[in-house]
């Protein structure tokens, strides 16, 4: 929405005619009868009406300065931002139509909210399946010894022998959320995926069909080769504690693809593999950094090639370095291309995380285009605005013509940041054909002949070109896009297709308000957008877009590798994203949130900081609570809301704490403190004892250990470094005189301390 000053005061003429008349019998009781027509009453409604505009005026008055102020500061309202994502895609009708069908960009996908095609797409008529060798465990291997010693002899293997199990991977297109590692689950390190063609009607006809794949895949009658579009969504673990997030490294990979070895005759079931090149620019992935596409040149129709799956023909299917073999008869019958993914020769790389890849796919964002729209006529004024079809526009994409006179037709002017700053030459000034956006509103302004010039009166103004949308309505759960609408390369509408959406989009932000806005103005007037003091880290680690900041902690001088303090130019900035109450986990920030929080910050630091974005250490806690109860409150609901007070209290985030703001960093766990707690629960008559354990080891993962106390009564602390916060991972409340001190062997509140069960043999007739 566009900055419009809104209308604050309440009280018109009709309410200011109505006071005056109820002020008559206190200050003229003579006058009794204030009809329409007296010349009182007259008089009264033109102080009404001269009020009435004063009062109007004069209340405007703070809220028009509010509105100056973010103009003048040139903070304007924030455009959404949108959601995105990858999709996979496949004909609709797979044997109707047996082509490449490249795809143009900006292919219109259908669901609760549009998205669009990113870049060009070539869908080809096969499906993609992946799979890897996987490695047998060693209590499979004992098990299966005098297996794999027969298929040694049968196959003639001199040397050691490792069994393997083909697994698929990604299985009908679905993802994997917790990542699946490809390198370290399997015997050869590396990735196969197996293209399929379309099941045809009969088994007599799916060689014809094969064949027409394979033609397809290596360009037909084109000459060129196909595209094979692979969509690759990597799984990044979370970063280690205190890790210097920065850019990834690369994964240095090799594609290779299954062809027949040359030089051997045409029933040979000899192989070998061509080292395919991504085409250059294509990698929008970074070499699996992050979610992206890249694209893949095929080989030439008479390359392309695969070995037997049936052993009495080829003798070595699945055996040494041959792609895996497919049991699945009918799958082995639609094979027409092995594909291969392996670490680079001397790389030395062992592991893959993935959480999904498949073929066939195209990068959306939740964005639409509109072209070719005429935004209105130029009346010849300075300062002229003109509303675009939508808010929320990428500025990026956006093209505004305006129609030149003498016959020149539309052309292109160019977006500027600020008028008054195009130029400090008045003549460059005064003739720059350019405009300011307003990218929240949809607006467009024009110069005023001194600052930038103005269009010829009468002369149009149109959108060439613009993309449109945002908001979190885009960010979509997986599976709810199914749609396309899409153009060839050449122009003519594509076949019909459906799409697959593996994984939820994300990234999706609504537009800030005006009330947003104006809370901004105090904090933009002191940082500038730069960050100097330590508040001026946390208001603008905050405003980072695309990044839901729950907490910022800043810590000056605290180099978070070393643990040291003191360390001149450094500044540490703990985030954590925002969460509701929860049981545990705490919240914890993934890599995409660091950097965009880093990223957002380090463009904004004095030059010689040290910038560090960090998350928190969590030390495990366990508490255990004993507690009387009042008469009259149900036993469970009381036992309930006393664990919630608890998880609330120890929250990193609002409104956790003891102050609303999250547990304070580095504050340690005190006894006397959770039991004040406690018994403020309406319900609870007594603490009757509480219980801090810790996990043993290092790592905090062993049993958990009570913590000790100083001496006999002593209350019990949890200790807790500057960087570090609890985490409640364990909480037992019982009714009864003394707390648990096991939470592994807890009593069982339901059955009676003094007596043994015993199982009782009933009598058979």
Known sequence: MPIVPPSLDDRRFDDLVEDLIARIPAHTPEWTNPRQGDPGRTLIELFAWLGDALLYRANLIPERQRLVFLKLLGQGLRAALPARGIVGLSHAQPLADLRASSLRPGALLKGAQPFETLGETTVLPVTGEAYIKRRLSDAESVRMADVIGGLSRVHRITG?????????????????????????????????????????????????????????????????????????????????????????????????????????????????????EPLPGSDTSRGFTRPGTLRLPLPGQDDIWVPSNQVGVNPLAGVGDAPPRLDDAARAARLVGWLRVRPRPGSQVQRLPLTWLGINAAEVDQRVTLQGQVLGTSSGAADQTFALPAGSVDGE???????????????????????????????????????????????????????????????????????????RAGNLAPGSLSEIAANLINGPRAPA??????????????????PQAERRIPSTLRHQQRAVTADDFKRLAR????????????????????????????????????????????????????ERVHAHLSARVPLATELYVIGCEYVPLGLSVALRLREGFARDKLLYEVREALRRLLWPLAPGGLDGEGWALGRPVRERELEVEVSRVAGVAEVTGLQLFARQGATGQGDWALLPRNQAGAPQTLSLQPWQLPELLSIVVVEGAQAPTNLRALPNPFAQANAVAVPVVPELC
Do not use: C
């Not at 297709?497 to 005006?514: C, I, N, S």
């Open 497 to 514: 297709m459906k799409v697959h959406q593996p994984l939820a989009m994300d990234g999706g932000e609504d537009p800030e308000t005006l």
């Open 160 to 276: 050691a022998v490792q069994g393997y199990e083909t697994l698929a991977v990604f299985a009908e297109g679905r993802a994997e959320p917790g990542g699946f590692d490809v390198f370290e689950r399997s015997t050869d390190r590396a990735l196969w995926i197996a293209l399929l063609a379309p099941a045809a009607p009969g088994p007599q006809e799916q060689a014809a069909v094969n064949d027409s794949v394979r033609a397809a895949l290596g360009g037909g009658d084109t000459g060129v080769p196909s595209l094979l579009s692979l969509g690759i969504v990597p799984a990044l673990p979370l970063p280690a504690l205190f890790e210097e997030v920065g850019p990834l490294a690369e994964v240095p990979v090799i594609w290779e693809m299954v062809t027949r070895k040359s030089g051997t005759p045409t029933g040979s079931q000899a192989l070998d593999y061509l080292t395919l």
């Open 397 to 471: 994409t956006l093209v505004i013509e305006v129609e030149e006179p003498g016959g020149r037709g539309y052309q292109p002017w160019q977006r500027v940041d600020d008028l008054a700053a195009i130029s400090a030459n008045a003549l460059t000034a005064r003739e720059a054909g350019a405009y300011e956006l307003d990218a929240e509103a949809g607006t467009v302004r024009f110069g005023d002949g001194v600052r930038g010039r103005i269009p010829e009166r009468l002369m149009r103004v149109r959108l060439a070109r613009g993309r449109f949308g945002g908001g």
């Open 543 to 594: 405003e980072t877009p695309a990044a839901d900041v729950g907490r910022v902690e800043v810590m000056p001088r605290f180099k978070p590798r070393d643990r040291r303090f003191d360390v001149p130019g450094v500044v540490s900035v703990v985030v954590l994203p925002s969460a509701a109450l929860a049981p545990a986990p705490n919240p914890r920030p993934d890599r995409p949130f660091i």
